[in-house]
């Protein structure tokens, strides 16, 4: 698979994620994605109601299961993990889902499941890109981790990178990375919206209006990353930028420390990651 090629899409899923890649595949203008349009899309979606509306938004095909697909270069496999399993058994033998060379590049989006047991329940030779994706790739400012299972190559594996790189940053990782990823960047923007809400509180307690306060730490989150991008600095860095000896910036991270700011974060991401191998094992 090249970026030269015009590919056939099927995507498995018709949910928020499945959703936020299509519409950002179809509106990219540049990359691996420049030339793809709505007639190179078909969704597969059990709900009616869902698949109206896809249909009506983005134009795309629709069909209510994934044994109706006529043809695919790239199949989408964009189900929640605990369903995954049974509908690849229930694909695996169809023609339109063949392994090999001649057959479809497979690419999964399903946290825990790793490429051994995709692969074990695809049809033997299925050629296997994992993606770890998370939801900012709905505005294009996605962050994606990419990695290959066995049958597929290097080609395939930067094929998908780049594709997923029209969504925001996409990243090659080891397979053995992936539940790490899911726990940092994947489950990331739950933790960076619990933060926000956080400072509205902590705002709204000491006298701001609570619509107020939560547009400022908004602004705030952004405005702090878009400076550590454009400046390169580390997170070490900046903090340290904004912090006064004796000052207030000084005063607020010890009250947080003490109260497990840094630990709670860190055990949040080990929690993650353990849900994330528990869920390879359903």
């Given at each position: 698979?090249?970026?030269?090629?015009?590919?056939?899409?099927?995507?498995?899923?018709?949910?928020?994620?499945?959703?936020?890649?299509?519409?950002?595949?179809?509106?990219?203008?540049?990359?691996?994605?420049?030339?793809?349009?709505?007639?190179?899309?078909?969704?597969?979606?059990?709900?009616?109601?869902?698949?109206?509306?896809?249909?009506?938004r983005y134009g795309v095909s629709c069909?209510?299961?994934?044994?109706?697909?006529?043809?695919?270069?790239?199949?989408?496999?964009?189900?929640?993990?605990?369903?995954?399993?049974g509908m690849l058994s229930g694909i695996?033998?169809?023609?339109?889902?063949?392994?090999?060379?001649?057959?479809?590049?497979?690419?999964?989006?399903?946290?825990?499941?790793?490429?051994?047991?995709?692969?074990?329940?695809?049809?033997?030779?299925?050629?296997?890109?994992?993606?770890?994706?998370?939801?900012?790739?709905?505005?294009?400012?996605?962050?994606?981790?990419?990695?290959?299972?066995?049958?597929?190559?290097?080609?395939?594996?930067?094929?998908?990178?780049?594709?997923?790189?029209?969504?925001?940053?996409?990243?090659?990782?080891?397979?053995?990375?992936?539940?790490?990823?899911?726990?940092?960047?994947?489950?990331?923007?739950?933790?960076?919206?619990?933060?926000?809400?956080?400072?509205?509180?902590?705002?709204?307690?000491?006298?701001?209006?609570?619509?107020?306060?939560?547009?400022?730490?908004?602004?705030?989150?952004?405005?702090?990353?878009?400076?550590?991008?454009?400046?390169?600095?580390?997170?070490?860095?900046?903090?340290?930028?904004?912090?006064?000896?004796?000052?207030?910036?000084?005063?607020?991270?010890?009250?947080?420390?003490?109260?497990?700011?840094?630990?709670?974060?860190?055990?949040?991401?080990?929690?993650?990651?353990?849900?994330?191998?528990?869920?390879?094992?359903?």
């Open positions: 698979m090249t970026a030269s090629e015009q590919p056939r899409f099927v995507v498995i899923g018709g949910g928020k994620m499945g959703e936020a890649i299509v519409g950002g595949l179809i509106a990219a203008d540049q990359g691996a994605a420049a030339a793809l349009a709505a007639s190179d899309f078909t969704v597969a979606d059990p709900g009616e109601e869902r698949r109206a509306y896809l249909a009506e069909i209510a299961d994934a044994s109706e697909a006529a043809g695919a270069d790239v199949v989408i496999l964009a189900v929640k993990p605990q369903v995954m399993m695996a033998s169809l023609p339109v889902y063949a392994g090999g060379k001649e057959g479809p590049l497979f690419v999964s989006i399903a946290a825990g499941l790793p490429t051994t047991a995709l692969e074990a329940a695809l049809a033997a030779g299925s050629r296997l890109v994992r993606v770890m994706p998370n939801t900012p790739l709905m505005v294009s400012q996605g962050a994606t981790a990419v990695t290959r299972g066995s049958q597929a190559d290097e080609e395939d594996l930067a094929y998908v990178r780049d594709l997923f790189a029209c969504l925001g940053y996409a990243f090659v990782c080891d397979e053995s990375d992936m539940d790490a990823v899911g726990a940092v960047s994947g489950s990331g923007p739950a933790y960076v919206a619990a933060l926000i809400e956080a400072l509205r509180d902590g705002g709204e307690k000491e006298g701001l209006d609570p619509v107020l306060a939560e547009k400022l730490a908004l602004q705030t989150v952004l405005g702090t990353a878009e400076l550590m991008v454009r400046t390169g600095h580390s997170a070490e860095e900046t903090r340290i930028a904004v912090c006064s000896p004796g000052g207030t910036t000084l005063a607020a991270l010890a009250a947080m420390e003490e109260g497990g700011f840094s630990s709670s974060l860190e055990k949040g991401v080990a929690a993650a990651v353990v849900r994330s191998k528990e869920l390879a094992q359903c």
